[in-house]
């Protein structure tokens, strides 16, 4: 396992790494065993000075000339990322949102599995979306505590995101997901990213031509 | 309006601004007036220096030592990023999870409209999700040539997004923001972006304690 916390890595470039991540999981499943940041970079966008320093952070992946080898670097980023081995991560809000992110594909084989559903309205609990009984939010703490959950994704409706947030911390949950559009605060212990299309949104516009 | 085509602007600087965007409006709505590359820094976990450099590209915003104002420095970044307006978006797919976007409350004020609800599906065709009525995929092509809609969100299961893009580009479509799990293949022209919790997730779990 690489040192991770032997340097203070600037949170900008450990954001980078999963989509580099990504990118080579792609140009393996092309059946590449080999691939230089100049590549990398042109599929992301992104300069290849820019991604040799930020691999450079986590020691040498690659040989001067020689690119990166595709199978080692998804192992190193991996290790690097903890994903090498599978978290268990609770979804709240069993709305159209909540049941979308459990029949979500796109977890297999990166790292992690969605172990419950919870909703807090009567109509919903109990009941079965594919593998899962959606489970009463009053069940929230003591299912994460003694499943030793650290994860939680955050499909409710934004009045509620802040109170179910508080919950999930206060059961030990260490890292949340909001995909409501409303800014939460957690203690700086706990991790909060947010899914918000409208930053993405915009981030095209910028390239349209004026409707 | 302020020249974005004078200078080839990094596309990683351009994925910052709506960072910033939401980070003032949420000082805004603290009711304070101006900020500090300092303040957003902290904010966002992004170096004051980064910044100050990516807000450079675009002429100085603020006078050393009083910091931005907000209304104006907002005003700004939806110039550049041509929020200025609202752009029409169409979604296609009304599963769960376009059903979740139709009635996603995070557009509001930030430049976009969803205008319709597309889905394949006899079933669903007709059906009234809130002020929408699901269309059927046959009228994509006319609705978004008639109406001069530039951007889409893909919300179909990820066998279907390839052939829905093509058709979504077939008839003028210049963005796309897929929400499925696969990589899409659009011409050069078109911008692509995608909803990918797990790069979030992976974000996150490289700061926790291993489980």
């Known amino acids: 396992?690489?040192?991770?916390?032997?340097?203070?890595?600037?949170?900008?470039?450990?954001?980078?790494?999963?989509?580099?991540?990504?990118?080579?999981?792609?140009?393996?499943?092309?059946?590449?065993?080999?691939?230089?940041?100049?590549?990398?970079?042109?599929?992301?966008?992104?300069?290849?000075?820019?991604?040799?320093?930020?691999?450079s952070h986590f020691g040498g992946f690659g040989k001067q000339g020689t690119g990166y080898r595709i199978e080692y670097l998804i192992e190193k980023l991996q290790d690097v990322l903890q994903v090498n081995q599978e978290w268990m991560v609770v979804v709240v809000g069993a709305g159209n949102l909540g049941i979308a992110i459990s029949r979500y594909r796109g977890f297999q084989d990166r790292g992690f599995r969605i172990a419950h559903l919870f909703d807090v309205s009567p109509q919903k609990i109990g009941l079965a979306i594919d593998e899962f009984v959606v489970k009463p939010i009053a069940d929230l703490n003591k299912t994460i505590r003694d499943e030793g959950i650290k994860i939680a994704m955050l499909a409710v409706p934004a009045e509620h995101a802040q109170s179910v947030a508080d919950q999930l911390v206060d059961a030990g949950v260490q890292a949340i997901l909001n995909y409501a559009p409303i800014n939460i605060t957690v203690p700086s212990s706990v991790q909060i990213q947010y899914i918000d299309p409208v930053t993405h949104l915009q981030h095209m516009t910028y390239y349209l031509n004026e409707g």
Chains 1, 2 share one sequence.
Do not use: C, F, W
């Open 1 to 55: 396992m690489l040192a991770k916390s032997s340097e203070n890595i600037p949170d900008i470039v450990i954001g980078r790494l999963p989509l580099y991540l990504r990118a080579l999981r792609r140009l393996q499943q092309e059946e590449k065993d080999v691939t230089s940041s100049h590549e990398l970079g042109k599929r992301l966008d992104i300069s290849s000075a820019q991604i040799r320093k930020d691999l």
